[in-house]
Nanobody, 125 residues
């Protein structure tokens, strides 16, 4: 049974940095793409970044603009999201997910079949 557990969220001030973690368990993930999504209050869940577990190839949403870095540690089965110069508009619940369908584009939420419970990030101004 695949499990994803996010951690690292919290309340920070604008301009601060934060690193989120997503610990994966339940099987090997060598052929997978894993991703971070976020959902702000009153908004739809949106793609943030993704990483190929085997090659390390990364994919980012246009709004990231170099402020976020996704990475993974294969030995620890853990994915990370390093967030720098946080802004109040980054306030959201951040979710990690594993791509399941492999039919459509990587940022498509419909591609993902396994989700964590989310971790809250709140950025105060």
């Amino acid at each position: 049974q695949v499990q994803l557990v996010e951690s690292g969220g919290g309340l920070v001030q604008a301009g601060d940095s934060l690193r989120l973690s997503c610990a994966a368990s339940g099987r090997t993930f060598s052929g997978d793409v894993m991703a971070w999504f976020r959902q702000a209050p009153g908004k739809e869940r949106e793609f943030v970044a993704a990483v190929s577990w085997s090659t390390g190839t990364t994919y980012y949403a246009d709004f990231v603009k170099g402020l976020l870095t996704i990475s993974r540690d294969n030995n620890k089965n853990t994915m990370y999201l390093e967030m720098n110069r946080l802004k109040p508009e980054d306030t959201a619940v951040y979710y990690c997910a594993i791509r399941k369908l492999r039919r459509g584009p990587i940022p498509a939420i419909s591609e993902y079949g396994y989700w964590g419970q989310g971790t809250q990030v709140t950025v105060s101004s």
